[in-house]
């Protein structure tokens, strides 16, 4: 069922309070509409700061957001969603979004509900038959070779994201206890610091390694 015009228009509105960029995306997953809009309501809860606004049961659809997110940022945002039964017994999953980076997250949530889904619900068609019914090709099918290479792309460039940023932090703790003038709190020891230094540096370089390997 469609959302009501009003809601949508009501929860466009509140979304529009946050600065940032609008996007939207579709995805087709294998799980019938009930449980989907179940996960959905669940998705807040994977997220950090993660909070539930609004939602409208009989359209299936619900508003929700982040006070403070890593992946914004440090910065709020909304979004809703809204899922339709599709004739093949699947889920057309409908995502709005308005933030900095509106496509990172996007993909970031629905990663996000189809892991809730993959550990809690049980498939109700093929991902296959999925991809031979959609009138639409231009819409994901989650479980098809297509969206599993953007998936992995998005993993890889986010573990790189991650690398460098460990690596980076690594190497500050480890100038700073090297110069002298830092010591690692609660040793008073400037080596201290140089070997702890060692555990992000070793962790940003392994996550590289994994960004640039997998």
Do not use: C
């Not at 609008?22 to 019938?32: A, G, H, I, M, W």
């Not at 460039?157 to 703790?173: D, E, N, R, T």
């Not at 003038?181 to 140089?194: C, D, I, K, M, W």
Request: aromatic share 12%.
């Amino acid at each position: 069922m469609t959302i009501p015009e009003d809601l949508k228009n009501d929860w466009i509105k509140r979304i529009d309070e946050h600065r940032g960029t609008v996007s939207e995306d579709s995805l087709l997953v294998p799980y019938n509409v009930d449980d989907v809009y179940s996960a959905l309501l669940r998705l807040h809860e994977r997220i950090r700061h993660g909070i539930h606004y609004d939602d409208d049961p009989d359209s299936k659809s619900v508003l929700f957001g982040a006070k403070k997110s890593v992946w914004t940022g440090g910065l709020t945002f909304k979004a809703y969603s809204t899922v339709d039964a599709t004739s093949d017994g699947g889920t057309l999953v409908f995502m709005y979004v308005k933030v900095y980076n509106p496509e990172q997250i996007l993909q970031e949530l629905f990663n996000l509900l189809t892991d809730i889904l993959e550990n809690d619900y049980t498939k109700s068609t093929s991902s296959d038959a999925l991809e031979n019914s959609s009138p639409n090709k231009s819409v994901d099918v989650y479980g098809s070779e297509e969206y599993g290479g953007k998936k992995n792309r998005f993993t890889k460039k986010q573990s790189k994201f991650s690398g460098v940023y460990y690596v980076i932090l690594g190497a500050l703790m480890m100038f700073a206890g090297l110069s002298g003038g830092f010591v690692l709190r609660f040793t008073n020891s400037s080596e201290a610091l140089v070997l702890f230094s060692l555990l992000p540096l070793g962790y940003g370089i392994y996550k590289l390694y994994k960004g640039f390997n997998s």
